[in-house]
């Protein structure tokens, strides 16, 4: 239930979708892996809309060269806390009401099942695919909705995996990209973690359409938006046992 | 047969176009077109064809896949920033 200042704080999105939907925001869990350039707005974002519960991963400690686009952070928090303690501290003076519950180590197979598996959806704000891809084997075997997103420079890609109902990473992405230092400026990051916050919002809701089996991709520079069906790889190494098709 | 082809994000910007069109032997696959792909426009070469996320008709293949005649691949690069 609601109470009365969540009703006033909440109100210009509840004339949008309803108590009952915001009551399904408080409700649900969500973690955000990777609280960066995409982790930053999507936090705020979702810390600004209602979200009940919200688990930040991030071990890393923010550096001058990540102020361009990280905007949780500032010159004060230089090499000081890690990034998932620090933001916390910034989202609770936003919105003291979310529970936030931060992990300041690296992800890895060992610990990923421990750390993620009371959570509702994960959302992958990463900036290598080695731990995009774990997420994903987890998500699939988890059968969690797992918000992928990448940017580089003035581009950026998203899409929204239903495990048994769309084709995963590994379907899609079957190759790593080369490890490089990539360019990247704020608005391209910003412009992408608003867009997982709100395919956050719209799965957790149930309002609206979310990017189910569509690759959307938006070039900032030329202000071009692409949108593309994609469908699930039949012998996914990752994934073709959940719809059925492969069996052992 | 002709194959169209689409250039998402950078690889448009590389490129100059965001789509073109190939025409290729019957039972060409997607390797031989994206090794096509790579003499007609020399800045994707870095990338083709093992470094660029292919779709057919939105669908999954591998570089040994057969392409049809009016088949559409889009080309997506890889990017991995977050
Ligand atoms: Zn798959």
Not at chain 1, 51 to 67: A, C, R, T, V
Not at chain 1, 225 to 231: L, M, N, R, T, W
Request: glycine share 8%; with cysteine.
């Amino acid at each position: 239930m609601l109470n009365e200042k969540e009703l006033r704080r909440y109100d210009r999105q509840i004339m949008i979708f309803g108590k009952k939907a915001q009551e399904k925001l408080k409700k649900a869990k969500v973690a955000i892996v990777g609280v960066g350039g995409l982790g930053s707005p999507i936090s705020i974002y979702l810390t600004a809309a209602g979200i009940g519960y919200l688990f930040l991963i991030d071990e890393q400690k923010p550096e001058l060269n990540n102020l361009n686009r990280q905007i949780l952070y500032g010159e004060e928090d230089l090499n000081k806390k890690e990034k998932s303690v620090s933001a916390k501290e910034k989202l609770k003076q936003l919105n003291s009401q979310i529970k936030i519950k931060t992990y300041s180590k690296r992800i890895c197979r060992e610990n990923i099942e421990d750390l993620l598996n009371d959570v509702d959806i994960v959302v992958d704000a990463l900036d290598n695919f080695e731990t995009r891809y774990l997420l994903n084997e987890f998500c699939v075997k988890g059968r969690k909705p797992l918000i992928h997103a990448a940017v580089e420079g003035f581009y950026g890609q998203i899409t929204t995996i239903v495990p048994g109902r769309t084709p995963c990473l590994n379907c899609i992405f079957p190759n790593p990209p080369k490890k490089i230092k990539f360019p990247i400026i704020g608005v391209t990051a910003g412009f992408f973690g608003v867009l997982e916050a709100n395919e956050v919002i719209k799965l957790v809701t149930g309002y609206g359409n979310n990017l189910i089996g569509k690759l959307f991709t938006y070039d900032l520079f030329h202000n071009k938006a692409e949108c593309i069906d994609i469908k699930p790889n039949p012998s996914c190494p990752v994934c073709s046992e959940s719809f059925g098709l492969r069996r052992q | 047969m002709k194959i169209k082809i689409k250039f998402f994000t950078f690889f448009g910007n590389l490129c100059g176009v965001d789509k073109a069109e190939l025409y290729l032997p019957h039972g060409a696959t997607v390797k031989e077109a994206l090794e096509k792909t790579a003499q007609d426009f020399p800045k994707l070469k870095k990338w083709l064809p093992r470094y660029a996320w292919v779709f057919i008709n939105g669908n999954y293949v591998e570089l040994r896949t057969q392409l049809k005649n009016d088949d559409e691949i889009s080309l997506f690069p890889p990017i991995a920033g977050g």
